[in-house]
């Protein structure tokens, strides 16, 4: 009796083995999802921070330059209309207003406002305010400076909720006859909307929004919004201060946000471009399906394995159990046991298949380290390769030169050719660069069209050598877009001009950008300013 009952508390050997291989196999897969979903949450996070700050300084030059064109638009209406007399103005100043606004979409009303602020002429006409006295304070501020000014957000006379910009008029011998301004209603179509498009949020809940100096916002999804004060935000709060950068921040209504954000250096305006963090958390959930979905066929032939060999023979299903309840301590040091009992094939098998498992999972975690060190376009290692490199360096204290390149003209290249020719350029110099240097040496795309080169044990002199004829193979090169690329370098020597690697790295910039200065196309040395 007692007996009887033993052996019905008993697990029996097939069943034994195939829990502790199972398990052992499926905690191997959590430990294994667990550190590839940790390290992936990182790195998704500092990709998204790249590009929105990448997106974000792309728009900044982008209104930076748009506003020049608005000045400079502005100054030569002014310029036109310096002799004009004011209380008896001509039809050509109406049709110089006329002419100007629909040469461009930059304003939607342009008005010309004597010394005292009245309105002397307008267009479009259905604006209805020839003749009317302007007393908003950004007018006010206009008269009393006598000098180019941008208001904040206000509510002009004629209701809108507006942005004015204004340019003052003197006649030849000095004298004020007020200014020309030009008006962009915040509420209807406008400037910013015929650039950037409908500003809306799109399927991950990504969006931007446009604020001016003090915080206000100019340009937002929600066009209830418009002319409110940001100010509270942190991220507003660094663009007023006239900062750019890319950071974790919570909006005003709790929602955790990726944001990178840009300051507009004609107007004090900001660019903020923020991604919410649920975009990092579904795409973490969509690759840990597919990694689960890639690794569930072997473990179901393992286990089928496992329980056929059980049935033929003990000692090699208990070798085997054994491997498998040491799995979970270290996978990543382990090896496939040797089965003495190599006559039993399905033992062999198994071993084979827990092998095969083994090695997938390695696999695809080298695979993510890989892709997590490499940029996705040109395949040259990234920034966060580049940091590791450098951290080797100051650790043995190893002699190198740093070239930064850049590409000249790479957003003229964007908005000629599009942006696929442009990723095409980046392509393409990856691949220059790339044969263009020394077995040892090593390259870096930093995002954009930064490039960075590392050089082991080579002074200033080399460097500007070898950074040359990288710059005359590119130049020489066959682009893609079928005329000449060219690009501009800075170099500079550790320790020969400094052993701080972030001054290095500073002196490496400014010799690019003195090289951008000096006519694009050449190199500078770090320390040779004149």
Not at 295 to 301: A, G, N, R, S, Y
């Amino acid at each position: 009796m007692t007996h009887s009952f033993t052996d019905k508390r008993k697990v029996g050997l097939t069943g034994l083995f195939s829990i502790i291989v199972g398990c052992s196999i499926l905690l191997t897969l959590l430990i294994s999802l667990a550190a590839s979903y940790h390290s992936q949450r990182q790195n998704l996070v500092t990709r998204t921070l790249e590009m929105d700050y990448s997106s974000a300084l792309k728009m900044s030059n982008t209104i930076d330059t748009l506003f020049l064109s608005m000045k400079s638009g502005l100054a030569a209406v002014a310029k036109q209309v310096e002799n004009a007399d004011p209380k008896h103005p001509s039809a050509a100043v109406q049709e110089q207003l006329n002419y100007f606004k629909s040469s461009n979409n930059y304003f939607n009303s342009v008005f010309w406002a004597n010394e005292n602020g009245k309105v002397v002429k307008v267009t479009p006409p259905n604006v209805n305010i020839e003749g009317v006295q302007l007393k908003t304070e950004p007018v006010k501020e206009a008269l009393e400076l006598k000098r180019p000014t941008l208001s904040v957000p206000y509510v002009g006379t004629t209701g809108r909720l507006i942005v004015l910009m204004t340019q003052p008029v003197f006649d030849a011998q000095g004298i004020y006859k007020g200014f020309i301004g030009g008006t962009i209603y915040l509420e209807e179509s406008n400037v910013l909307n015929s650039i950037f498009g409908l500003n809306t949020i799109d399927e991950t809940g990504s969006y931007f929004y446009i604020v001016d100096s003090t915080g206000k916002l100019l340009f937002h999804p929600d066009g209830k919004l418009l002319g409110e004060d940001a100010g509270s935000n942190t991220v507003v709060q660094k663009l007023s201060r006239g900062l750019s950068g890319k950071e974790e921040e919570v909006s005003s209504f709790g929602v955790q946000f990726m944001a990178g954000y840009a300051y507009v250096v004609q107007n004090g305006w900001g660019v903020v471009v923020q991604t919410p963090h649920s975009v990092v958390a579904q795409q973490q959930k969509e690759q840990a399906a597919l990694m689960i979905l890639i690794m569930i066929l072997p473990f179901l032939v393992i286990m089928a394995l496992t329980i056929v060999m059980a049935r033929r023979a003990a000692a090699p299903f208990v070798a085997l159990s054994d491997f498998a309840a040491k799995m979970a301590s270290d996978p990543d040091k382990l090896t496939a046991p040797k089965i003495r009992n190599y006559w039993i094939r399905e033992a062999e098998l198994l071993r084979k298949a827990v092998t095969s498992s083994i090695g997938t999972m390695h696999e695809r975690n080298e695979l993510l380290n890989d892709s997590a060190n490499k940029d996705a376009l040109t395949g040259l290692r990234n920034r966060r390769s580049f940091d590791e490199l450098v951290s080797s360096y100051r650790r043995t204290e190893q002699p190198f030169s740093l070239l930064i390149l850049d590409i000249d003209r790479f957003k003229s290249v964007n908005d000629t050719y599009g942006h696929q020719a442009g990723d095409e350029v980046l392509v393409f110099l990856a691949e220059v660069l790339a044969s263009s240097l020394r077995p040892g040496d090593y390259c870096f795309r930093f995002g954009g069209e930064e490039f960075v080169v590392v050089l082991p044990g080579t002074g200033l002199d080399s460097s500007y050598e070898a950074a040359e004829r990288i710059r005359r193979n590119v130049e020489h090169s066959k682009s893609p877009i079928g005329r000449p690329v060219t690009v501009s370098a800075g170099c500079a020597a550790y320790p020969q001009q400094t052993s701080d690697f972030e001054m290095l790295f500073q002196l490496a910039d400014k010799a690019l950008y003195r090289a951008k200065e000096n006519g694009r196309n050449r190199t500078e040395k770090a320390g040779t300013e004149t």
